[in-house]
């Protein structure tokens, strides 16, 4: 069983949707859970990061964690055409900085 | 969020040569930084983690004699393909964080392809 699974889409979407991105962990020891967004040809960059189960919002973006069950969520509301990328999970446990990530699923937003 | 520019962003060179490409964080102290590589629609493959002032520590099946990687300041860390060959040919890109702080930010990422 790999450490973290995500579902590489492809997901299209029509513009204004909700999008829900999921990963699953499957040890308890990780502590930090990260999304990124990667545009094609580019570095990953950080949308946001949680260190507990419970929402953090930040504009258009939500994500959620769920440690009883290792889950954890990105939702974007409101999707726009520029929120067509890849966006990755990752996570990690404390002090160590080495993250794992996930393969990264693949968001097509239509205009 | 911090800034790491990463440099070259795109490198042609011929095999056999060697090719260097620098991480710099440009607004924060990086204790630590590492060195991923990226194939096409693949997700990211951690290739070394290296702590400023200390030898880097490879992952499994990567070979630190052809991925040399220096990290002599906490702003800057190097790493050098070595003798390239075409199988080589790949997106490296690294990501560096500072002490304290559970993220890690990345560079834009070098595409190297080598001819």
């Known amino acids: 069983q790999k450490e973290v699974e995500q579902d590489p889409g492809p997901l299209s979407v029509p513009e204004g949707a909700i999008v829900s991105l999921n990963c699953t962990y499957s040890?308890?020891?990780?502590?930090?859970f990260m999304w990124y967004r990667q545009y094609s040809r580019k570095g990953p960059e950080l949308l946001m990061y949680?260190?507990?189960?419970g929402n953090k919002e930040d504009g258009r973006f939500t994500a959620q964690v769920d440690k009883s069950s290792k889950y954890i969520s990105l939702f974007i509301r409101d999707s726009q055409p520029s929120d067509s990328a890849t966006y990755l999970c990752?996570?990690?446990?404390?002090?160590?900085?080495?993250?794992?990530f996930g393969t990264g699923t693949r968001l097509k937003v239509l205009a | 969020g911090a800034v790491v520019s990463q440099h070259p962003s795109r490198v042609i060179c011929k095999s056999g040569t060697s090719v260097k490409i620098e991480c710099r964080s440009l607004?924060?102290?990086?204790?630590?930084m590492f060195w991923y590589r990226q194939f096409p629609k693949q997700s990211l493959m951690l290739m070394a983690t290296?702590?400023?002032?200390?030898?880097?520590?490879?992952e499994q099946g990567v070979e630190k004699d052809k991925f040399l990687i220096n990290h002599a300041s906490l702003t800057l860390s190097t790493l050098t393909v070595t003798s390239a060959h075409p199988e080589d040919s790949s997106f490296y890109i690294c990501?560096?964080?500072?002490?304290?702080?559970?993220?890690?930010?990345f560079g834009q990422g070098t595409r190297l392809t080598v001819v």
């Open positions: 607004d924060f102290q990086a204790t630590t």
């Open positions: 990501s560096a964080a500072g002490q304290g702080n559970p993220e890690a930010f």
């Open positions: 949680t260190y507990s189960s």
């Open positions: 040890n308890s020891a990780f502590q930090y």
């Open positions: 290296s702590n400023e002032g200390s030898k880097a520590t490879y």
């Open positions: 990752a996570i990690t446990t404390s002090g160590t900085y080495k993250y794992i």
